[in-house]
């Protein structure tokens, strides 16, 4: 069993920032990619952030250079720094850990921006 627990979401204003993180524990092998997917009510889930064990990140067009994401390998966590938040940033904010050909779910953080 593999365990993903978030924490961090909340309400913030428009401009403002949050910081995320997510801890694995469990039956832990080796922990390739870890990311973030994050989905806004009536839309599909999407990518956010990733980043494989080496440190190679990705993000996706709509947060590059706002969002930052990291990983300490020795904690099994990911952090995902949120800056210069807008509204349509709003969702529910998943992480994800690649372990042994098999993707796990955290259960999810809600990120609210508003006024």
């Known amino acids: 069993q593999v365990h993903l627990v978030e924490s961090g979401g909340g309400l913030v204003q428009p401009g403002g920032s949050l910081s995320l993180s997510c801890a694995a524990s469990?039956?832990?092998?080796?922990?390739?990619?870890m990311g973030w997917y994050r989905q806004a009510p009536g839309k599909e889930r999407e990518l956010v952030a990733s980043?494989?064990?080496?440190?190679?990140?990705n993000y996706s067009n709509s947060v590059k250079g706002r969002f930052t994401i990291s990983r300490e390998n020795a904690k099994n966590t990911v952090y995902l720094q949120m800056n210069s938040l807008k509204p349509e940033d709003t969702a529910v904010y998943y992480c994800?850990?690649?372990?042994?050909?098999?993707?796990?779910w955290g259960q999810g953080t809600q990120v609210t921006v508003s006024i």
């Open positions: 469990g039956s832990l092998l080796s922990i390739r990619g």
């Open positions: 980043i494989t064990s080496g440190g190679v990140t």
């Open positions: 994800t850990a690649d372990i042994h050909f098999v993707r796990y």
